[in-house]
């Protein structure tokens, strides 16, 4: 085998790893967030207005006082597109006990706009573009990936951060407790 061939073998398992490993981390481990960077994280989500997918402003902090999921996700991103439609089921069925899922979408407002009209998601999509890592950044994504999710509780505290695919069951063990919350 040429030093080329195996320079491209190497380079191709290393980014393997690095994503499998980034993928397992998302799986494997929810992270509270530490208290002073987790109320700058809130400050910021809560202070944000973002354009949605009508072209409408909306304040982020209208959704105060509700258990909150905001997940941060790109129409390239196949892990955010796998989660999606689990995340249309909870909210549908959860929204009336107080659960608002948001999507914060760093993406180009053209492919946000044609995704969730060809998937007709039924939570608020706001187009965050590259700003919105900045955000994600603040909540506590150190390592900028995607899909990154946080949950606040209805007190306006991140409980959870998810780098990665969530899944709806694990999800579903961290918010329950917090719709029955005071």
């Known amino acids: 085998m040429s030093k080329l061939k195996q320079a491209i073998l190497f380079f191709g398992m290393a980014i393997i790893m690095l994503s499998a490993g980034i993928f397992l981390r998302g799986e494997f481990q929810s992270e509270p967030t530490p208290s002073e960077a987790n109320k700058r994280g809130v400050q910021a989500i809560f202070a944000s207005t ?3 997918v009508n072209g409408e402003s909306q304040a982020i902090s209208q959704w105060k006082g509700k258990v909150l999921i905001v997940n941060f996700w790109a129409t ?5 597109r796998e989660e999606i439609p689990e995340f249309m089921e909870m909210h549908a069925e959860y929204q009336d006990q107080g659960l608002q899922f948001i999507g914060i979408a760093i993406d180009s407002e053209d492919k946000v706009i044609a995704y ?10 706001l187009i965050g573009g ?3 890592m900045t955000l994600a950044e603040a909540t506590g994504n150190a390592q900028g990936a ?6 606040i509780n209805k007190d306006g505290v991140i409980t ?5 695919r969530v899944h709806q069951k694990r999800l579903e063990k961290v918010f329950k407790p917090l719709l029955k919350a005071g």
Not at 76 to 80: E, F, G, I, L, V
Not at 160 to 164: E, H
């Open 50 to 52: 973002l354009t949605d």
């Open 76 to 80: 390239w991103c196949a892990p955010c």
């Open 116 to 125: 969730n009209k060809e998937f007709g998601i039924n939570y608020p999509i």
């Open 130 to 132: 590259l700003g919105g």
């Open 146 to 151: 995607l899909p990154y999710t946080i949950v």
């Open 160 to 164: 959870n951060t998810f780098l990665g």
